[in-house]
């Protein structure tokens, strides 16, 4: 995955839900799969994602209140409710839950990709680390206003490190994104982001990695 845009999607169709899963995979978004509200505020609260796909009509805790629970909570997440309900007073009480844009069912997938994007970049997920500058929607590593050439396995390698700041990071997740994960392979990429970027990366033995805070 070469962007690591996160996507939590909320949606108990197995099918569609298994179709959407799909074709964002493929544009290279990494996808979490729920299927009631309970579970997005689970995942939530213990991930952060870029983009939350919301259906309305799920069991336990419907779309529009896991919302509204979330921006309560302060989440200010980009939301879209995927719904067949798209009449003037559900669309008004979704948009007063929070949320930024419908897709209405059944969708045209294009249309559902093109929005993602247009919101994403309105969003402009740029992570900026002293002299780096990180565009995680273009996928480009700048530093001192100069692009940094970084094969797609160290982009990962290297968001997956600035995205968690001062967070160590479990070996077993840089593993998900090598192609032959190996400890040895992981500390070969390492040591390469830390001289290529000059980078301040501690290793607590035996767990993982941490990007220091500056």
Aim: glycine residues 4%; hydrophobic residues 40%; negative net charge.
């Amino acid at each position: 995955m070469n962007n690591i845009i996160k996507i939590l999607l909320l949606e108990d169709d197995t099918i569609l839900a298994q179709t959407m899963v799909q074709i964002l995979e493929q544009e290279n978004y990494a996808v979490t799969l729920v299927n009631d509200g309970e579970e997005v505020l689970e995942a939530t609260y213990e991930n952060k994602y870029d983009l939350y796909l919301f259906d309305v009509n799920v069991p336990l805790l419907n779309g529009m209140d896991t919302l509204k629970l979330l921006r309560d909570a302060e989440d200010t997440t980009p939301t879209f409710f995927i719904t067949a309900r798209i009449d003037i007073e559900s669309t008004l009480k979704g948009f007063n839950c929070g949320c930024d844009d419908y897709i209405k069912k059944p969708f045209d997938i294009d249309e559902l990709l093109a929005r993602i994007q247009a919101t994403l970049k309105r969003k402009n997920p740029v992570i900026k680390y002293g002299d780096i500058t990180f565009d995680l929607l273009e996928n480009r590593v700048f530093k001192e206003d100069k692009e940094i050439a970084l094969g797609n396995v160290e982009k990962d390698i290297f968001s997956l490190l600035i995205r968690n700041i001062d967070m160590t990071v479990n070996k077993s997740t840089f593993f998900d994104y090598m192609n032959k994960p190996s400890e040895s392979g992981l500390r070969v990429l390492i040591s390469k982001l830390k001289k290529l970027l000059d980078l301040n990366i501690t290793n607590t033995k035996g767990i993982g990695y941490k990007l220091e805070e500056l």
